[in-house]
């Protein structure tokens, strides 16, 4: 089955087609400058042949119209009918509680996109545009919906619960939920099968996904315990542009020097922070290590955070496990910077957990970091989330016409 995976963001659309028999990518592209003047389209070919297509994109709708033409292009495409497709598989951001697994679209399941829509005021409203332009252009197809979020519903409530007042919870939904889920989920489960423990439930493996967005996650025996990222993805570790987690009153604080108001404020959290603001430089991890190179404080200040932070977490999500067997390293910069990874397991040799600088001397391609019979492995695995999605839909439409 050639499976089409969606991920929709505001003024975006990116897309994979997958043939499922051999899990190949036969294309990618994306969309960009949905509903802005000069909107276009680049879709790459897997043999790297490589198309743009210079066209207005009024809504998602068009984007949808516009990547079925590239999908049958006779120059370039990789279908000659779209009804070769099918089903399509949505990263959906956020599904509060009431989303735990992927499940096939239906008129609740958007309902209940709807109804978290204040929880991920960005990116749902946009992933329900993808859904429902797929379902206009593609009657009958199925659509699967997979949350970012469903991964990490297996928390306990002493890991997503707030010390707030209870009612916050009931009333508000105010609780930790977790995202990179198909990333964490996919990376645990590659740990697993590259150690030899599939289906162990005693496998404790803490999972560093390190980019510009992060967040790390406890995983024993497949399932999720605790992770890093919060109500939204501005918790934890402080990230590319995001400040990751501080002292509440520092906001009443500098909104008072200021006059910032709430917006404004939160603005700064998300866009002004992190690398970023602590630089002055840059919110991209190649940048603040050149400016390390070269003598500049301040980049390396922002680099050492970042590890700091990071160690610190894989050192207590190892105690809400009761131990640790295994640590990957995954993402942009987790699969790309090794200098990040080395630094982020320094001092952790008392747990077992090392790696070998000749070992971490790679980029992009799964390798075990840690050194010969180390007691904890290191693993640096690239992340897959496109293939969580299309495993996901193809094994729920296949379920459904049983």
Do not use: W
């Not at 879709?43 to 079925?68: C, N, P, S, T, W």
């Not at 889920?181 to 289906?199: I, K, Q």
């Not at 918790?235 to 020097?257: C, F, H, N, W």
Request: hydrophobic share 35%; charged share 25%.
């Amino acid at each position: 089955m050639k499976i089409l995976v969606i991920n929709a963001g505001s003024s975006s659309l990116k897309y994979q087609v997958f043939d499922m028999d051999h899990e190949t990518v036969l294309c990618k592209g994306g969309c960009e400058r949905i509903g802005i003047p000069d909107s276009f389209m680049t879709h790459k070919h897997a043999d790297g042949r490589k198309k743009e297509y210079k066209q207005d994109m009024k809504d998602h709708g068009d984007a949808i119209r516009l990547v079925f033409q590239a999908l049958t292009d006779p120059e370039i495409g990789v279908v000659k009918h779209m009804d070769e497709i099918g089903a399509v598989g949505h990263r959906v951001l956020h599904g509060g509680e009431k989303f735990t697994a992927s499940t096939i679209v239906n008129e609740a399941v958007k309902e209940g996109i709807r109804e978290v829509i204040p929880l991920g005021p960005l990116h749902n409203p946009a992933n329900l545009k993808g859904i429902e332009a797929c379902e206009q252009a593609m009657p009958g197809v199925p659509q699967v919906a997979v949350f970012d979020t469903a991964f990490h519903q297996t928390m306990p409530r002493r890991a997503y619960m707030y010390a707030l007042p209870y009612e916050y919870y009931t009333k508000y939904m105010v609780r930790r939920y977790g995202f990179h889920g198909s990333s964490h989920r996919y990376v645990s489960a590659e740990a697993a099968r590259l150690c030899g423990r599939e289906g162990d439930p005693e496998f404790k493996v803490v999972t560093c996904h390190l980019g510009n967005g992060s967040s790390f996650a406890a995983v024993k025996g497949g399932k999720c315990v605790d992770t890093s990222m919060g109500i939204t993805p501005l918790e934890g570790i402080p990230m590319g542009t995001r400040s990751g987690s501080i002292d509440p009153a520092i906001l009443e604080y500098v909104m008072d020097k200021t006059g910032m108001d709430i917006h404004e404020m939160t603005n700064v959290l998300n866009k002004k922070s992190g690398m970023l603001g602590l630089s002055g430089v840059s919110s991209d991890f190649r940048d603040l290590e050149k400016g390390m190179e070269e003598g500049d404080d301040r980049c390396a200040m922002a680099r050492g955070v970042f590890v700091y932070q990071g160690r610190k977490l894989i050192a207590s999500y190892a105690a809400a496990m009761g131990g640790v067997d295994c640590v990957v390293f995954t993402a942009g910069v987790g699969e790309n910077d090794g200098d990040v990874r080395q630094r982020m397991v320094e001092g952790l040799e008392f747990m077992g957990i090392s790696i070998d600088p000749e070992r971490n001397n790679v980029r992009g391609k799964v390798a075990e970091l840690s050194p010969e019979g180390a007691r904890v492995k290191v693993l640096m695995i690239p992340t897959n989330e496109e293939l969580v999605i299309a495993r996901d839909t193809l094994a729920l439409v296949t379920a459904s016409q049983k």
